[in-house]
Structures are given as structure tokens and as C-alpha cells.
């Protein structure tokens, strides 16, 4: 089978560090998903409006070594504790695929006659390949019995955040939510504990932060 790219996603999240770690995590940023070539045509979105949320199939581009191994050390369980790959949603695998579901806000009609989707809760870098995407179905794709394994003792965690206003107010209403969502998360390696400072590139600047007794505080942030 011979796959390529359908679309592209377009959004602030610049590097791999402080994406979020699942889809819907963070809902407040918008990201765009621009098609290549026909795919963007209006038939293709046919129906999609009924809708509220889409499946992503995409790419783990920026991996930058292949898959050499079926376990991996998954960053919540603090690096040292080793799962399958099949358990776990690693960027490390055989294949190199990611899939992600995202809220559909908009379905945009561009001046070319082209369509691109407007959602929210995207986990992509800015750039990255998209394959497929296919309409989240609540009576098939809900299942409210669910159990999560060892994701289930993590799903509440969270940081406390300080940020000076400031530095908050460099960034626009909606980006300052989510970059609060973002930091609360806990952006770094989940076995780095020891305090030291972190950069990232969000929105085109560069933010600063350092972690001690469960609260993040933003350092600096510097436009790129």
C-alpha cells in the first residue's frame, strides 16, 4: 500500500516540545488544516457539517531515528518503566502514524474555491502531513465503560501555574488560555525533576519557565 499526504495542519505549535500529549487536552487554540490539490475541492466535504468532531490519521514526521524496538518507556511513568509499544501511544513505532479526534469549528470556503477546515484540540506540530480524515460517530467511537490502564492513575494531573501579567499580556486572549493550558500540562520530560529552566516555542515566542513543589513559573518570553 502507497499512502500520501491529503492535507497539512497549520497552527503556533512550532517544535515538538509543549504540543500537547493527547488530542482535546487543549481546546482553545485553533489549528487549520489546509488539502492538497483536489482533496480541497467542496465535494469532498459533502455532509461533513453535520459533524462536530473529526479522526485525524497523520504522521510522526519529525521523528528523527526509526523504531528499533516493541517497548517503549512511556514519559508519565517518569521514563524508567518500560511498556509494549501496542500499549502505549509513542511516536517510536513501527509504522509511524498518529491519530487524533479534534472539534470541528469551521468548515472554511476559501477565495480559490478551496475548503479547509478550522478545529480545535489538534496534538501536530505546525506542518505536519495528514492522511486521512474520517467523522467521529458517538454510538461507535464513545464507550463510556472504558478503562485506560496505567493512563487512568495520570488523567488529573496538573501544575499550578504563575505567570506575570506582564508577559501574559504579550500574547493575545485566546493564545494566553491556551498557553496556561499548555504549562499546566507539564511541557517537560516527565524524569526531569530537578528544577532546572525549560524554553519553548509557542506562537512565535520563546517562553522560559522553571518547575519546583508543583508550580510552574514563567521566566521570561521573548518573541523569536
Not at 485553533?30 to 490539490?37: A, L, P, Y
Not at 473529526?54 to 523504531?67: C, G, K, T, V, Y
Request: proline share 6%.
Amino acid at each position: 500500500m502507497v499512502i500520501k499526504p491529503i492535507a497539512h495542519i497549520e497552527n503556533d505549535y512550532t517544535s515538538k516540545f509543549a504540543v500537547p500529549r493527547q488530542s482535546c487536552l487543549e481546546n482553545s487554540l485553533k489549528s487549520r488544516i489546509v488539502f492538497e490539490g483536489e482533496y480541497g475541492r467542496e465535494e469532498a466535504f459533502r455532509g461533513l457539517d453535520g459533524f462536530s468532531h473529526l479522526w485525524i490519521i497523520w504522521e510522526f514526521d519529525l521523528n528523527s531515528h526509526p523504531a528499533n524496538s516493541l517497548s517503549v518507556r512511556p514519559p508519565r511513568l517518569g521514563g524508567n518503566e518500560k511498556m509494549g509499544v501496542f500499549a502505549t501511544r509513542s511516536p517510536f513505532r513501527p509504522n509511524p502514524l498518529g491519530l487524533s479526534s479534534v472539534r470541528l469549528e469551521k468548515i472554511k470556503r476559501c477565495e480559490n474555491g478551496k475548503i479547509e477546515l478550522i478545529v480545535s484540540g489538534a496534538d501536530l506540530v505546525n506542518g505536519t502531513p495528514i492522511y486521512d480524515i474520517k467523522p467521529y460517530i458517538k454510538f461507535s467511537d464513545c464507550h463510556e465503560d472504558a478503562v485506560s490502564g496505567f493512563a487512568d492513575e495520570k488523567m488529573n494531573y496538573s501544575l499550578k501555574v504563575e505567570i506575570p501579567q506582564e508577559l501574559l499580556d504579550k500574547f493575545e486572549h485566546e493564545k494566553q488560555e491556551a498557553l496556561i493550558q499548555i504549562l499546566s500540562a507539564d511541557p517537560r520530560p516527565a524524569y526531569h525533576t530537578d528544577g532546572r529552566a525549560y524554553g519553548f516555542r509557542f506562537a512565535n515566542k520563546e517562553i522560559k519557565f522553571k518547575v519546583e513543589d508543583g508550580t510552574l513559573t514563567v521566566l521570561e518570553i521573548e518573541n523569536e
